[in-house]
């Protein structure tokens, strides 16, 4: 019932090696090896298989079901019936929904952008050598070991119009002339605020990996080259960093673009600032309805795949 | 980076988090209501034929998160489970009632026996009534002690589903001296008197404390809306949402009020009012940062409690109603209820005995400022003096109802319809487009049904 989103990990774990035309022909001739050994390969990979079946293809599949009914949530109300492809004609018509699929990229698109270029610049710091670098690495990722609820319940009272700390920092320091509701008039800024300050250090993590695989002597040949120090970040660092940096853009799009906690802490149900995953989990457990939220949830998947294909495409482009 | 550095520092970077995380559940939890301990919790009537019955058995509470409720639920179970030998976990639900709906929600639809009793709204017995464990052949006779209305709401096709607890209804809660202060000599009865009076109080306090605002509420786009907006909409003369089984919120009375109130975000109501809970009207209204505040009654309690800073400044009355209609108060409350999957139902029902018992209610409202639902303990001398709003005149307002009796199982549905486009009017949108919205939708809900 819940909703699932493609996730790289699965899509790598039932991935098999695709046998090449040498290996067909020696099947075909039957090398008693090779069988023993492809009956081996399935055999060892069978409780992965049966696992991923279990925990994301029977839900899935069960989500796609149900999203043909018009199941209630409290069982027993209703009885459940097939409704073919009413919930998702109710879909098209429905505005709260298309309004949350418009906010949701929005917020991804500026979140993703900016924890991008804040994480490269962060990483690019902590990669060169200073003194206190270890202390600096281990510091910058205080905010991602904060479970997200906790930092937008805090943030969420830091940015509060009677006691918030920022609009008392910012009338002390006659910013503002009076305290600001942060939350109502930019509910959009501050929600992605939060989503950047708790994110940029993960991306930055990831980035930092990435540059830490490229070799030194790269950057000593491009130096005797002649090389400045934008040239060797465009021609050395950012051509070899291309693989972390896409990483981390289909990392971080799949999580905006799924994204619930911070929303539902900072608004609730207020209309127009509701994540899709908002309107879909209050459809399914505060309206009652499993039938359309599960309608909702597939098109949420569907959404969300719609952006792998395009990244996975953008690879194989770069790729070639 | 050595390996056993790394290990260090990422040591540091969770105790870090953890520090930071402990320090927001503190903060909180932090609220003091007044006097739990000069009030010790009542004894355990027949404690020890219930500890020879059931003592060692273990029960969930889901209890309440609002005000000092946490600590009262602490209190009352820690005496319950010393006299008895049942040990009781209390789990605090989540502050706005439609989240905690759908908490219990997903317990019962998951037949889960994690939770034994639950504390349920006023409007829910309906919707989780065949989940819940009928009451009547142990507790039939007790709860005659208690108003008959309230019993009404609770049975469910003869079946008692749930016990009342402690009742609710809308008041306003005003600063005596800063009404003294501007020259007023008594508090508003209309909503545009309150309106004038907020926003002189207002302009004058705003010199010296720039978070001064007039007037606060629930604003933020949840249940407790529904139950604000209710009470505006009744005491203008807009009806009741629902009236007859027909969706009736959009009348033109509706509008004007609803209008009214939406001028004043961000002038004599602080704009992010539309955010506001409980808990944040609370925080406001006894940081002494507004003057007058519609809460429930428990927020006298934390007000007239240490810590608070307008102790001894503040008043309650009756709220203002509209030019055309008379006070009313929206009808909340809670009840306890038994859940049909709990593994430990008659110790479970001894504990519910307890809760729901003249003293506990008694103490609750002494020292929590709940209203009772048992009519002897409302009129008791001592709850009296120290619960105002208790007084005939605050507690003979006439009582408005939420819908829940023609939406039954849909009632939760409904209210987010309400209060997501009151809440959004009051972000803005004029009332005229956004009420047929929510007209067309509740006739539509009311239809399914």
Known sequence: ?320 | MRPRSLVFWAGVVSLLALLVSLSIATAATNRSSRATASYPAPPVPGAAAIKAKYGGQSITFVGDSVGGGHQRDLALAKKFSQQTGIKVNVVPHPAASDAAYSQLARAFSAKSSSIDVAMIDVVWPGAFAPYLVNLKPKLGAQSKLHAAGIVANDTINGKLVAMPWFGDYGILYYRTDLLKKYGYSKPPTTWSQLFQMASKIQAGEQKTNASFAGFVFQGNAYEGLTCNALEWIASAGGGHMIDNGKATINNAKAAQVLDAMRSQIGKTAPRGVTTYQEDQTEHAFDNGDAAFARNWPYQYGIGAGAGSKVKGKFSVTVLPHGASGKPVGTVGGWQLAVSKFSKHKDATIEFVRYMTSPAVEKFDAITNSNVPTIPSVAKDKAVVRTNPYLKPAIASVARVTRPAKYLKTHYNEASKVIYQGINQILNGTPAKSVLPGIQAKLNQILKEK
């Open chain 1, 1 to 320: 019932m819940a909703c699932h989103s493609p996730s790289l990990s699965t899509m790598s774990s039932v991935a098999t090696p695709a046998p090449t035309g040498e290996t067909t022909r020696r099947r075909r001739r039957g090398t008693k090896l090779q069988r023993r050994q492809t009956r081996l390969a399935w055999l060892l990979l069978l409780p992965s298989l049966l696992i991923v079946a279990f925990v994301a293809i029977y839900p899935l599949g069960k989500t796609v079901y149900q999203s043909f009914t018009n199941q209630e949530f409290l069982a027993g109300i209703t009885p459940t019936k097939w409704v073919g492809l009413d919930n998702y004609h109710q879909l098209l018509h429905d505005t709260i929904f298309r309004d949350s699929v418009v906010l949701t990229i929005k917020f991804t698109a500026i979140t993703v952008t900016i924890e991008f270029a804040l994480g490269l610049i962060i990483a690019l710091v902590v990669n060169s050598k200073f003194k206190g670098r270890g202390v600096m690495r281990a510091i910058m990722l205080v905010p991602w070991a904060i479970p997200t609820v906790v930092a937008a319940k805090m943030w969420l009272w830091m940015l509060d119009d009677t006691f918030g700390v920022i609009n008392d920092l910012a009338l002390r320091l006659h910013l503002i002339s009076h305290s600001q509701s942060w939350i109502t008039v930019h509910p959009l800024a501050a929600v992605s605020a939060v989503d950047i300050w708790k994110t940029v250090p993960f991306v930055a993590l990831l980035l930092l990996a990435g540059l830490q695989v490229i070799p030194e002597d790269l950057y000593e040949a491009a130096a005797v080259d002649g090389a400045n120090a934008l040239q060797q970040f465009w021609r050395i660092t950012f051509p070899l960093l291309r693989p972390a940096i896409l990483v981390v853009l289909i990392f971080r799009s799949l999580d905006a673009l799924r994204v619930y906690d911070v929303f539902a802490v900072f608004f609730g149900n207020r209309l127009g600032a509701q994540s899709m995953a908002v309107v879909a989990q209050g459809t399914i457990v505060q309206d009652g309805h499993v039938g359309y939220g599960a309608a909702l949830c597939v098109a949420i998947f569907l959404i969300i795949s719609l952006f792998v294909v395009i990244y996975v495409t953008v690879v194989r482009v770069g790729d070639d």
